[in-house]
């Protein structure tokens, strides 16, 4: 439905730039072809239509359409210089084959860094990439090629098809916006150094931004299910253990946004003697409140049960790690100490509970449980004629699961587990009564042969690369970030554990952990593709840093879009930023290989030249830019199942977009002027016409 629904908004737009049906069709082709040619290559792969692959040609569809745009404008425009079809066809497309090639390049560079990230971030984007990659190369090769040839054919020349009356009211509207641009222009141009300190100003805001916006991981989704795990008091017994389990499963059947659920407790699995789980299908959307709507509510009803908790998970929407926890978020404790340990564990659980970043905090250190320890007095045991190994047979025999035989049935089959009756399993008091046969026969009561004493100790011995380890689980408070959370736990970790044990997290948060490690980088390896890309085009280095100038910009808008709408800087809200470095050089790319063309052949000086880039390139720099915006709005706007995981990059691109085409129209001219006086000094060129004032319009 979001894909649809791009396609429809991207096609309205280019509708309402030309206005004319015939010359939208032409680049709205671009789209389906564009589509068609990926999902061969897809098919090629091996590739499947999964969730990210969809968001790409989602997002794909509100920039493949742009090169098509590009030149069919410029066909258009050398049409109303009075040239025919066929040869405005040739020339436009001639003349705007440079800056499409290098549109096209430049954008498909940013998504190579991707290509080679590591770990389940390179597992999770590297199909990601290429579908988005493979997409933009195409619609390059098909606006140069398919685009000129349909414009040559189906564009009539003159302004033949522009006599609507509603052509008339649009194109006054651009040609005033037009006069508007051109007077802001002028003015930024006359106040250079002004622009450069707003530059500089909001560089610094964007990378103070960048270090304290909270990071994140992956957002949770509502998938329409639940997980909930319980935890009796240590020592309770399982007949004890199923009556609490059922009263909270009544409880759970009463809530009206549950659907069907299965409760199962008792030792098995990754469940303890004194744990359970509880697996919830919740209701349709439609039908119910969001997913931490439900948990809140459920947390509050079970609550009144005694004597058990409940920890509530909203199951992620890809699980790391192998390790199940009550808690979604696990740090893993290890020591080769034992002792020490189990004294510095608890400590760092109680110091845990008072974090407010962190709730629903847990450990697997269960160090209450009642035990029977049984000595067995050898020498009596001997001259009975009974072994050690005789006793634990009998023992298990009574209390473990023996199974001694199988019964068939026509349709089914039954263990037969060997066991005393429950009666006879509640006390320790009561392993008076059982007897043990001697290798003679003779039946010898246990209590003449062993002593037994009762304590407390663990209910399990935990171990995490052979090395004994507590694992403490903790959940997100309500609107704190994963980041903020990691931050505090290491501090207090740092403040309450001794240097001798080691801490780790685990699973999602140790995913975390090692994206926040790579994810600067990549950015700025992005960028450095991008400036030799452009570098080796243009064979300069000065240009690529004008192009590259509108980067801060299109960073604060993203990083403030999220912070107003209470988002985390997600990893799929930073694929967001990265995206945005490939989306907005691309304004910088039609004014600087205009005015360079310009300054080349027609020996106009860089104020002149870049001012009127700006006023020619300045109806496909709008359309594009709009394209691509209304292209992300749905994504943005969070529309179908999951939209929860993909809305973060839809909003960093749509607010990036719009902060930075509001400012580099005006902020690019200023950097160009300033870096092209640079590289007339650096290479003692001495500049076609020398200027000391800005154009006047």
Request: include cysteine; aromatic fraction near 8%; charged fraction near 15%.
């Amino acid at each position: 439905m979001t894909l649809a629904l791009t396609l429809v908004l991207v096609v309205l737009v280019i509708f309402l730039f030309l206005r004319n049906v015939s010359s939208t069709l032409i680049p709205s082709l671009a789209l389906p072809l564009s589509i068609l040619g990926t999902f061969i290559v897809m098919r090629g792969f091996g590739y499947s239509l999964d969730n990210l692959s969809l968001m790409a040609l989602t997002l794909a569809l509100g920039f493949v359409v742009d090169d098509a745009i590009v030149v069919l404008e410029n066909i258009v425009r050398h049409m109303e210089m009075g040239k025919a079809p066929l040869e405005a066809a040739i020339d436009g497309a001639r003349e705007i084959g440079f800056t499409v090639v290098s549109m096209t390049i430049s954008l498909s560079a940013v998504f190579i860094p991707i290509l080679f990230m590591s770990g389940i971030m390179g597992r999770l984007f590297h199909e990601f990439a290429v579908v988005i990659g493979v997409a933009v190369l195409i619609s390059g090769f098909i606006s140069l090629s398919l685009t000129p040839m349909l414009a040559s054919r189906f564009l009539r020349g003159g302004h033949q098809e522009h006599t609507s009356r509603a052509y008339a009211i649009t194109e006054r509207w651009f040609d005033r916006s037009l006069a508007w641009y051109d007077a802001g222009l002028t003015w930024s141009l006359r106040h250079r150094a002004s622009i450069m300190v707003l530059t500089a100003v909001m560089m610094v805001a964007t990378v103070w931004m960048f270090l304290v916006i909270p990071k994140g991981f992956i957002p949770d989704q509502d998938t329409g299910q639940l997980v909930a795990f319980t935890e009796g008091q240590e020592g309770i017994g399982f007949d004890s253990l199923v009556e609490h389990q059922q009263a909270m499963m009544k409880i759970v059947q009463a809530d009206p946004a549950v659907d069907a659920f299965m409760s199962s407790c008792g030792a098995r699995g990754s469940t303890g003697a004194n744990q359970g789980i509880l697996f919830f299908r919740l209701k349709p959307r439609s039908q119910r409140e969001g997913v931490n709507a439900v948990i809140a509510r459920l947390r509050a009803k079970v609550a009144v049960v005694p004597g058990m908790r409940a920890f509530f998970q909203n199951p992620p929407p890809i699980r790391l790690g192998g390790r199940l926890t009550k808690s979604q978020y696990q740090l893993t404790l290890q020591s080769t100490d034992t002792r020490e340990l189990y004294d510095f564990a608890p400590k760092l659980e109680a110091e845990m509970r008072k974090l407010p970043q962190v709730r629903d905090v847990t450990t697997d250190l269960l160090l209450k449980n009642p035990q029977v320890n049984l000595k067995i007095d050898r020498d009596k045991a001997s001259s009975l004629g009974l072994t050690a190994e005789q006793i634990d047979d009998a023992l298990y025999s009574a209390y473990g699961f023996r199974q001694v035989s199988t019964i068939y049935a026509a349709n089914a089959s039954y263990q037969v587990i060997l066991e005393v009756d429950r009666r006879y399993q509640t006390e320790p008091s009561l392993l008076s009564l059982l007897y043990v046969r001697s290798a003679a026969g003779a039946l010898i009561p246990l209590d003449t042969i062993v002593s037994t004493t009762q304590n407390v100790g663990p209910l399990t011995v935990s171990h995490s690369g052979q090395l004994p380890s507590v694992t403490v689980s903790f959940d997100l408070a309500p609107g704190v970030s994963l980041g903020q959370a990691v931050t505090a736990i290491n501090k207090l970790a740092t403040r309450v554990l001794p240097a001798s044990m080691t801490t780790a997290f685990q699973g999602t948060a140790q995913a975390f952990e090692a994206s926040q490690q790579g994810l600067g980088i990549l950015l700025v390896v992005a960028v450095l593709f991008i400036y030799i890309v452009l570098g080796i085009l243009y064979e300069s280095f000065i240009h690529p840093l004008t192009i590259l100038s509108a980067l801060p910009f299109a960073g604060f808008g993203a990083l403030l879009t999220l912070m107003v709408f209470g988002r985390d800087l997600s990893v799929i809200a930073f694929v967001g930023v990265i995206l945005l470095v490939g989306l907005v050089k691309k304004n910088g790319i039609m004014m600087v290989d205009f005015a360079v063309e310009a300054q080349r052949n027609e020996g106009k000086d860089a104020f002149r030249a870049i001012h009127d880039a700006c006023l020619v390139r300045f109806r496909p720099i709008m359309m594009t830019t709009m394209a691509a915006l209304f292209g992300t709005l749905p994504i943005a706007l969070g529309f179908g199942a999951g939209a929860e995981a993909r809305q973060p990059l839809g909003l960093a691109v749509v607010g990036g977009l719009l902060f930075s085409q509001m400012l580099t129209l005006f902020v690019t001219p200023v950097v160009y002027t300033y870096l092209d006086a640079v590289e007339t000094w650096a290479t003692f060129r001495k500049p076609a016409q020398v200027a000391h004032t800005a154009p006047t319009g």
